[in-house]
C-alpha cells in the first residue's frame, strides 16, 4: 500500500442528485495555490531568489575587484563610479557585498544540507529502533541543544583552528606541497562543521516525532505486516510524508545559519579576511559608523532583508503544506 496519493477525486453532486467523481487534485497544486495567496511568502520567495541569483553571478558581474584598494577614494560616498561608496580602505562597497552574498549562499545551503543529512539520519534511526537507540541519540540530541549555540560554535572555531594550521605547516615542511599553504578554505569548512552541529538535533527531533506519528498510520502498519524492511518503509513512506514540516525547518535554518555565520565573522572568528562576509563588514565598519554610517548599515540592512525573507517564506511554506489550516 502506497503512504498518501497525491491525488484524489472529489465527490460531485449532479444536478440530478447523483454522485459522480469529478477532476483529480493535487496536493501540491492546492499548496502552490495557498501559497500564492500569501503575499508575504511570495514576496519572501522573491528575495530570496533575487539573493541566490545575486550570490550566483553576482562575483561576474561585480564592477572591481572585492580586494582591489584605492586609499585616495577612503569613504566615498555613493557615486556614478561606485554606486554604494567605498570603505575605510578604498574597496568598492558593492563588489564586496557581491561576494559577501556568495558566501553566506554556501554557508546557508552546506550547512543546512549537512545539518539535514545528519537529522534525517539519527532521527530516522532513533524513531525507528526505539528503546536505548531512542533514548541514547535523544540524549545526544539534548546534550547539544542545551548548550548555547552560539557559545559552542565559539569554542569550536577558536579551539580547532590554530591545531589544524599548525598540522598543515608540519604537512608543508614535510611535503613541499603548497597546497598546505592555503589555508583560506579552512574557515568555510570549520563554519559548516560548527553551524551544522547545532543545526542537527532539532531536525532530529522533527524527523523522529515524524517517524513516530507516521509509524502509527495503518498503510505503515500493512508494510510491516507484509514484510516491508525498515529502509523501504522509511524511503517509501515516512520521509515523503515529513516533507511539508522538513521543508518549513530547512527554510528555516538557512536564514539562521546566515544569521550565525554573521555573528561569528563580526566577531572576528568566522570567515576571516580576504574572504568576504556581510558580518565582517559590519565588524570593520563600526570603527566609524558614527562619521559614516553607510558602511555599517548597507551590510545591516542587507542581512535584515534577506533573514525577514526567510521567515516569510517559512511562515507560508508552512500555512500552505498543513491542508488543516484552510479546510
Known amino acids: 500500500m502506497s503512504a498518501a496519493k497525491p491525488e484524489a477525486q472529489v465527490a460531485r453532486i449532479a444536478d440530478d442528485g447523483s454522485i459522480y467523481a469529478g477532476a483529480q487534485r493535487n496536493l501540491w497544486q492546492d499548496a502552490a495555490r495557498r501559497f500564492r495567496k500569501n503575499w508575504l511568502a511570495v514576496a519572501g520567495l522573491v528575495v530570496i531568489a533575487l539573493f541566490l541569483i545575486l550570490a550566483l553571478i553576482g562575483p561576474h558581474i561585480a564592477p572591481y575587484d572585492f580586494l582591489e584598494q584605492n586609499i585616495v577614494k577612503a569613504f566615498q560616498g555613493s557615486s556614478a563610479e561606485h554606486l554604494l561608496g567605498v570603505d575605510d580602505l578604498g574597496r568598492d562597497i558593492l563588489s564586496r557585498m557581491l561576494h559577501g552574498a556568495r558566501t553566506a549562499a554556501l554557508v ?86 560548527a553551524l551544522a552541529l547545532i543545526g542537527w538535533p532539532g531536525l532530529a527531533r522533527l524527523i523522529r516525532g515524524q517517524v513516530l506519528s507516521i509509524g502509527e498510520e495503518d498503510y505503515v502498519l500493512a508494510a510491516r505486516a ?41 566577531l572576528g572568528i568566522g570567515i576571516q579576511p580576504p574572504n568576504a562576509s556581510w558580518g565582517s563588514m559590519l565588524q570593520e565598519g563600526l570603527r566609524y559608523w558614527q562619521i559614516f554610517p553607510h558602511l555599517m548599515l548597507i551590510p545591516a540592512v542587507t542581512i535584515g532583508i534577506v533573514q525577514v525573507a526567510f521567515v516569510f517564506l517559512g511562515d507560508g511554506l508552512n500555512d500552505a503544506l498543513d491542508p488543516r489550516r484552510n479546510s
Open 108 to 193: 546557508a545551503f552546506f550547512t543546512t544540507i549537512i545539518s539535514l543529512v545528519i537529522g534525517v539520519l539519527v532521527g530516522g534511526w532513533a524513531g525507528i529502533r526505539g528503546g536505548r537507540t531512542d533514548e541514547f541519540l535523544m540524549w545526544i540530541s539534548d546534550l547539544i541543544q542545551a548548550m548555547p549555540g552560539l557559545l559552542l560554535v565559539i569554542l569550536i572555531n577558536t579551539t580547532l583552528r590554530r591545531p589544524i594550521i599548525n598540522w598543515f605547516d608540519a604537512l608543508y615542511e614535510q611535503t613541499r606541497n603548497s597546497f598546505y599553504l592555503n589555508t583560506l578554505w579552512l574557515d568555510y569548512v570549520l563554519v559548516f562543521s
Open 226 to 266: 507484509l514484510g516491508a524492511s525498515e529502509r523501504h518503509i522509511m524511503g517509501r513512506h515516512v520521509i515523503p510524508n515529513a516533507m511539508g514540516p522538513l521543508v518549513v525547518a530547512v527554510t528555516a535554518g538557512m536564514g539562521g545559519a546566515i544569521l550565525l555565520e554573521a555573528s561569528l565573522s563580526f
